[in-house]
C-alpha cells in the first residue's frame, strides 16, 4: 500500500494545533475539565472542550462575527485548513474529496435555536446548515478547498476512522487524486444528555481500562490527514503510510459491545492482514478505550484474542481529549503519527488500578522506535474500525479494479413510500422488537430483508446505508423531551435510535453480518456514495454480495419547515433497499 | 402492595411501549429479563428513570439495577421501602 500521510490537522481539548497537542501528551497534561462553553444543566459532569469560543474560532477562520455556524464546522474547517497547509500540495487540475465524519453536525446550533424556529422564519436557515453533509460542505468551502468532492460518513464513533479507509480505497482505485480524511464533533446538550441517560458519563476524570472506571467524559474537537498515492515511495518517519485496515460489525447490540470483543478482532485481524504484518510487528495500539465499564473489557479481550503474549503497548489517550465521538477515529490517527514522528508513546491519562478484565496500559514511554502503529475506533452499533499506520509502504496492493471487466448486477430490490405499507411490519418484526423502533426503522428493516430475501441471502457480505437525515423522529422527540424536562428524566431509547448508523447495525444484529458496515450522510448524494462504495468493494474482491439500503423519513414539523421554506416537502417515509452481486 | 404491583405493571408498561400487552399478562413473580419477559439493559435504563420519575429513587450504578428489576415483585418491594414521593 503506498498511500502515504502528506499533512495533517488537529483541535481538540489539549491544543489547537499539532504542536501543541504533541506538548500536552509529553507534559501528560489533560484538557478534560470544568464545563466553559456547552450551555447545558450537566455542568456537573466534566468534558474535554477545544479552549475556543465560537467567536475566537470565527476569528481564526475570518468569518463574520454574526455568522451563524455549528462548532463541528468552525473545528473541522480549522483543523482541515491546518492539513492543507502542513501537506503544502499543489492541487492544481488535481481531483481533490473532502471525506469527513460527524453524527452530531450542526446540532449544537440547532439545539438552541429549535423552538424558536417553530415560528420564526429567519431562523429557518439553520436547517439547511443541521444536517452531515451540509457541515462538511462548509469545512470543505472555509478551508479554501470549494471545488473537492465532499462525502461524509456516520457511523457514530468510528466515522472518522472509516472517513481515512474510505480515502485509502479511493486513492487506490484511482478516482481521486488527493484525499483529506478526518472527523468533527462539537459538543452538544443533545449528545451530552443522550450519553448521559444511557449513565455512562463518569462524573469525575475518566480512566479507562482502570478497575474504578466509571464512564466516558465527553469531549470534542476535529481532525484531517492529506492522502496522496506515491508512486516511488520511501520509508519515511514524517510521512507514513496507511498500512491496512479493517471495517467490521460487532452485529451484537445497539449501545453495548460483545463480551469477546469479536468485531473489534476481527476490525484488527483484517487490518494486520491487509498490511502483511505479523501482531509482534505492532508496537503500540492507540484504543479505543472510552473508561467505560463495557467497552474496555470487550476491547481488551479483542486484543488478548489478536496479540496473546506479545502484547505491545497500549493506551487510550482519551484521557487527555475525552472522547471525541465521530472526530475521535481521525484525532487519534493524528496522536498516533505525532507519537511514531516523536518515538514515544502516549500515556493511557487516568489509570492507576489493575482490572484483571482489562489490558495493562502503557503510563508513557519515551524514546520507542514505532514502525507500525493501530489506532482502533469503535461505534455504536458495533461499526468497529481498526487502522495500521507504518513507516514503510508494503508494495502495491494488486491493481484489482483495472484488471477487473466484470460487471455488477442489482438482482433485489424493494421499496416503501407510503406509511400504509408499514402495516405489515409483522412479516419480519416482532412486537417486543416494533415497541421501540420509529417508522424508519421499521421501513429499512422491511425493505432490507424483503430484498435479501428475493435475492435468497440471509447474511450479506456487507451493509452499506445512506440516509440524508437519518432518525429525524427519534431525534426530534428527544429534543422535545430535553427543552420539555429540563435535561432530566429523558428517555434512553428515543437518544439510542437516534443515531444515523442504527439503521444499518440494526440490520447487521438482525442477519448476524459480521462484514463491512458503512452510512453516508451527504444530502441528495448519500444514495450515488454508497452505490459507488458497494460497486468498489465488489470490484475490489472485498465482497461478493452487498446490501445497499437508501432510508430517510420526515415529520410534521419537518415537513412544515421545508413548506416555510418554500422547499419540496420531504414524504413521510422512502425507503429502498437492493442487492448487489458480481455478474 | 396489590395496588402498587398493578401501578407498576401500567407504568412499566407505558415505560417500555409494551402497547399490545395488559397487566395481567405480565406475571408478578416471573423473570423481567433474559428468559421471562425478554427485556434487555435499554429497558432497565427506562426502568431507572421510571423509578425516579415517579417515586423519587435515584439510582446512581446501572448495575444496582440488577438485583432490584429481577421481578415486578421485587421492584414492588424496592419501591414500597425506598420511595421518597
Same mark, same amino acid.
Given at each position: 500500500m503506498n498511500i502515504q500521510i502528506k499533512g495533517l490537522g488537529i483541535i481538540c481539548a489539549i491544543g489547537n494545533d499539532a504542536p501543541s497537542v504533541l506538548a500536552s501528551l509529553k507534559a501528560k497534561k489533560s484538557g478534560v475539565g470544568?464545563?466553559?462553553?456547552?450551555?447545558?444543566?450537566?455542568?456537573?459532569?466534566?468534558?474535554?472542550?477545544?479552549?475556543?469560543?465560537?467567536?475566537?474560532?470565527?476569528?481564526?477562520?475570518?468569518?463574520?462575527?454574526d455568522a451563524i455556524i455549528s462548532r463541528t464546522t468552525l473545528m473541522g474547517a480549522i483543523s482541515l485548513r491546518q492539513a492543507v497547509e502542513d501537506a503544502k500540495l499543489d492541487l492544481t487540475g488535481k481531483r481533490v474529496a473532502v471525506i469527513s465524519g460527524t453524527t452530531v453536525g450542526g446540532m449544537d446550533i440547532t439545539e438552541r435555536y429549535f423552538q424558536q424556529m417553530k415560528e420564526d422564519n429567519t431562523l429557518l436557515s439553520i436547517l439547511e446548515k443541521h444536517d452531515c453533509g451540509a457541515s462538511t460542505r462548509d469545512i470543505a468551502d472555509l478551508a479554501g478547498l470549494k471545488d473537492a468532492e465532499v462525502i461524509t460518513i456516520s457511523t457514530a464513533c468510528s466515522s472518522a476512522v472509516n472517513s481515512i479507509i474510505l480515502g485509502s480505497e479511493m486513492l487506490n482505485a484511482g478516482e481521486v487524486d488527493v484525499v483529506f480524511a478526518g472527523g468533527a464533533e462539537g459538543l452538544s446538550k443533545f449528545h451530552l444528555n443522550g450519553f448521559n441517560t444511557l449513565m455512562i458519563l463518569d462524573q469525575e476524570q475518566c480512566r479507562p481500562f482502570d478497575k474504578t472506571r466509571a464512564g466516558l467524559n465527553l469531549g470534542e474537537g476535529a481532525a484531517f490527514v492529506a492522502l496522496e498515492k506515491n508512486l516511488n515511495p520511501q520509508p519515511s518517519t514524517l510521512n507514513p503510510f496507511i498500512g491496512g485496515y479493517g471495517n467490521r460489525c460487532d452485529a451484537f447490540h445497539q449501545t453495548a459491545s460483545s463480551e469477546d470483543g469479536e468485531g473489534a478482532y476481527l476490525a484488527m485481524t483484517d487490518a494486520l492482514e491487509m498490511a502483511g504484518l505479523?501482531?509482534?510487528?505492532?508496537?503500540?495500539?492507540n484504543a479505543h478505550g472510552t473508561g467505560t465499564p463495557n467497552n474496555?473489557?470487550?476491547?481488551?479481550?479483542?486484543?488478548?484474542?489478536?496479540?496473546?503474549?506479545?502484547?505491545?503497548?497500549?493506551s487510550s489517550t482519551k484521557g487527555f481529549t475525552g472522547h471525541t465521538t465521530s472526530a475521535s477515529g481521525s484525532i487519534e490517527t493524528v496522536i498516533s503519527i505525532l507519537a511514531m514522528q516523536n518515538d514515544f508513546v502516549p500515556a493511557s491519562y487516568g489509570w492507576k488500578e489493575q482490572d484483571e478484565a482489562c489490558i495493562t496500559p502503557s503510563l508513557g514511554e519515551e524514546n520507542v522506535k514505532l514502525d507500525n502503529v493501530i489506532c482502533n475506533s469503535f461505534g455504536f452499533g458495533g461499526n468497529d474500525s481498526s487502522l495500521i499506520i507504518s513507516k514503510k509502504h508494503k508494495g502495491d496492493l494488486p491493481e484489482t479494479l483495472n484488471s477487473f471487466a466484470q460487471n455488477i448486477r442489482e438482482i433485489s430490490s424493494n421499496v416503501i413510500d407510503d406509511l400504509e405499507q408499514l402495516k405489515d411490519f409483522k412479516e419480519f418484526i416482532s412486537p417486543m422488537e416494533a415497541r421501540r423502533m420509529g417508522k424508519l426503522m421499521?421501513? %429499512?428493516?422491511?425493505?432490507?430483508? /424483503?430484498?435479501? !430475501?428475493?435475492?435468497?441471502?440471509?447474511?450479506?457480505?456487507?451493509?452499506?446505508?445512506?440516509?440524508?437525515?437519518?432518525?429525524?423522529?427519534f431525534t426530534e422527540k428527544f429534543l422535545e423531551d430535553i427543552d420539555a424536562n429540563g435535561e432530566e428524566l429523558l428517555k434512553p431509547t428515543l437518544f439510542m435510535q437516534s443515531t444515523h448508523n442504527t439503521l444499518g447495525s440494526a440490520i447487521a444484529i438482525r442477519t448476524k453480518c459480521h462484514g463491512y458496515n458503512i452510512t453516508y450522510s451527504q444530502g441528495?448524494?448519500?444514495?450515488?456514495? %454508497?452505490?459507488?462504495?458497494?460497486? /468498489?468493494?465488489? !470490484?475490489?474482491?472485498?465482497a461478493n454480495n452487498v446490501l445497499v439500503g437508501y432510508h430517510d423519513e420526515s415529520t410534521p414539523l419537518f415537513q412544515s419547515f421545508a413548506e416555510r421554506l418554500g422547499k419540496p416537502v420531504p414524504p413521510m417515509i422512502y425507503s429502498k433497499s437492493v442487492v448487489l452481486t458480481k455478474e | 402492595m396489590e395496588e402498587l404491583i398493578l401501578q407498576l405493571k401500567?407504568?412499566?408498561?407505558?415505560?417500555?411501549?409494551?402497547?399490545?400487552?395488559?397487566?395481567?399478562?405480565?406475571?408478578?413473580?416471573?423473570?423481567?429479563?433474559?428468559?421471562?419477559?425478554?427485556?434487555?439493559?435499554?429497558?432497565?435504563?427506562?426502568?431507572?428513570?421510571?423509578?425516579?420519575?415517579?417515586?423519587?429513587?435515584?439510582?446512581?450504578?446501572?448495575?444496582?439495577?440488577?438485583?432490584?428489576?429481577?421481578?415486578v415483585a421485587c421492584i414492588a418491594e424496592y419501591v414500597q421501602q425506598n420511595r421518597t414521593k
Open positions: 470544568p464545563m466553559q462553553y456547552l450551555q447545558s444543566k450537566h455542568n456537573e459532569l466534566p468534558v474535554g472542550e477545544v479552549k475556543l469560543s465560537d467567536d475566537e474560532m470565527k476569528k481564526m477562520l475570518g468569518v463574520e462575527p505479523n501482531p509482534e510487528d505492532i508496537q503500540y495500539i474496555d473489557p470487550s476491547e481488551s479481550a479483542a486484543i488478548r484474542r489478536v496479540f496473546g503474549d506479545k502484547q505491545p503497548y497500549v421499521k421501513a %429499512a428493516t422491511l425493505t432490507s430483508m /424483503r430484498a435479501l !430475501k428475493e435475492a435468497g441471502i440471509e447474511c450479506p457480505d456487507a451493509i452499506i446505508t445512506a440516509t440524508a437525515n437519518g432518525m429525524l423522529e441528495a448524494d448519500s444514495f450515488e456514495i %454508497a452505490m459507488r462504495d458497494a460497486e /468498489r468493494l465488489i !470490484k475490489t474482491g472485498k | 401500567n407504568q412499566i408498561i407505558e415505560a417500555l411501549n409494551l402497547e399490545e400487552m395488559e397487566p395481567e399478562e405480565i406475571e408478578t413473580d416471573a423473570p423481567l429479563f433474559g428468559n421471562g419477559l425478554g427485556l434487555d439493559s435499554i429497558d432497565a435504563l427506562e426502568l431507572i428513570v421510571l423509578l425516579e420519575k415517579n417515586y423519587g429513587i435515584k439510582l446512581k450504578n446501572p448495575a444496582e439495577g440488577k438485583e432490584i428489576f429481577k421481578s
